[in-house]
């Protein structure tokens, strides 16, 4: 990533402008050093630990997602919101998000 202002800037430090840009490609390359960070320290933990992370189960969770309902307006489509909700019920999801519009 390279600022159109300031192709020679590369984000290894905090920029010295107050070039939104560069600022926000110094962010990201934190974050990015962060991340990697917290990965190492788990793959850390998991081996001196020697934890076996396969023989614990996993209990999966279903949700259902519905999103663009335009509740309230001329495009709504009431059926189509309930059946999504008879599939929730058929599939027996009891969480059950919806994101708006």
């Known amino acids: 990533m390279r600022c159109p202002k300031h ?3 590369q984000g290894k430090k905090k920029p010295r402008t107050d ?5 926000q490609i110094w962010q990201f ?4 050093k962060e991340n990697q960070h917290l ?6 933990f998991v081996y ?3 934890l076996d992370i396969h023989r614990y189960k996993v209990k999966r969770v279903k ?3 519905v ?3 335009h ?3 001329y495009y709504e489509r009431l059926d189509l919101l309930e059946l999504a909700y008879q599939i929730f019920e058929k599939e027996r999801i009891r969480r059950i998000y919806h994101a708006g519009d």
């Open 71 to 73: 509740l309230g307006s």
């Open 48 to 50: 001196r630990n020697k």
């Open 19 to 23: 070039c939104k840009v560069c600022y």
């Open 63 to 65: 949700i259902g997602l």
């Open 67 to 69: 999103a663009d309902t």
């Open 29 to 32: 390359n934190e974050l990015k």
């Open 7 to 9: 192709p020679r800037y």
């Open 39 to 44: 990965q190492n320290q788990l793959r850390d």
